[in-house]
């Protein structure tokens, strides 16, 4: 019998539901580490303690299993945004609605990794037809801007898409090359530095939005 490597964890029964939640913790632990080239399935199998085939029986493949990490922090990310941006009790300033788009792209990983699978031709979007973060918080921002418009000519529908980009795309770019950014233009980076792009970003949304 083949001996059990020194850092895999001990192999018990779970249900498909428990095992597909696991092995994509475990995927996260590893993105984060080491980012997209840390996801093999071999230690990923061991960090759960299970098999490598496993791991394909319940995601396919590698690409799968990838695929639906970056589904699983899309549709996270989006119901967190929805549920900040509804609540009319609540009054966030937009800097803590880019503070959570920041976390999930940088501090989490997955702007390395939608970047990696965008250069080597893999799939961005989303497989299951209903996780379209960009549409919906669109659609929500949408109706917020209509409401604000108290009777007046409400703004284009394209318009809300396109504020929604621009935010989700700079901290994207935030995420993947903002330190760099920070050094180019003489200043020393750090997360202060950070903060104030995010909250002058933010205001500068609200501005354009109407919402402030």
Same mark, same amino acid.
């Given at each position: *019998?083949?001996?059990?490597?020194?850092?895999?964890?001990?192999?018990?029964?779970?249900?498909?539901?428990? $095992?597909?939640?696991? %092995? /994509?913790?475990? $995927?996260?632990?590893?993105?984060?580490?080491?980012?997209?080239?840390? +996801?093999?399935?071999?230690? %990923?199998?061991?960090?759960?303690? %299970?098999?490598?085939?496993?791991?394909?029986?319940?995601?396919?493949?590698?690409?799968?299993?990838?695929?639906? &990490?970056?589904?699983?922090? =899309?549709?996270?990310?989006?119901?967190? /945004? #929805?549920?900040? !941006?509804?609540?009319?009790?609540?009054?966030?300033? $937009?800097?803590?609605?880019?503070?959570?788009?920041?976390?999930? !792209?940088?501090?989490?990983?997955? $702007?390395?990794?939608?970047?990696?699978?965008?250069?080597?031709?893999?799939? /961005?979007?989303?497989?299951? =037809?209903?996780?379209?973060? #960009?549409?919906? &918080?669109?659609? &929500?921002?949408?109706? *917020?801007?209509?409401?604000? =418009?108290?009777?007046?000519?409400?703004?284009?529908?394209?318009?809300?898409?396109?504020?929604?980009?621009?935010?989700?795309?700079?901290?994207?770019?935030?995420? %993947? #090359?903002?330190?760099?950014?920070?050094?180019?233009?003489?200043?020393?980076?750090?997360?202060?530095?950070?903060?104030?792009?995010?909250?002058? +970003?933010?205001?500068? /949304? &609200?501005?354009?939005?109407?919402?402030?």
């Amino acid at each position: *019998m083949a001996e059990t490597e020194p850092s895999a964890r001990p192999r018990r029964r779970r249900s498909a539901e428990n $095992a597909r939640r696991e %092995i /994509l913790d475990a $995927a996260q632990k590893r993105l984060v580490q080491g980012g997209p080239e840390a +996801l093999r399935l071999q230690d %990923i199998a061991a960090d759960v303690g %299970i098999s490598h085939p496993a791991i394909v029986h319940h995601f396919g493949s590698r690409d799968g299993l990838v695929q639906a &990490l970056v589904e699983r922090h =899309a549709e996270e990310l989006r119901d967190d /945004l #929805i549920r900040i !941006l509804g609540d009319p009790e609540a009054e966030y300033p $937009a800097s803590v609605v880019l503070d959570r788009v920041f976390a999930t !792209l940088g501090d989490q990983g997955n $702007a390395r990794l939608m970047a990696w699978r965008a250069l080597t031709g893999q799939n /961005l979007v989303a497989r299951r =037809a209903r996780i379209r973060p #960009i549409r919906d &918080l669109a659609t &929500l921002l949408h109706g *917020m801007r209509s409401k604000h =418009a108290r009777g007046a000519q409400p703004p284009e529908y394209e318009d809300s898409v396109f504020a929604v980009r621009l935010a989700a795309l700079a901290m994207f770019g935030e995420a %993947i #090359i903002g330190q760099a950014f920070t050094t180019s233009d003489g200043r020393a980076p750090s997360a202060k530095s950070r903060e104030r792009f995010r909250n002058w +970003l933010g205001q500068l /949304l &609200l501005d354009h939005l109407s919402l402030d």
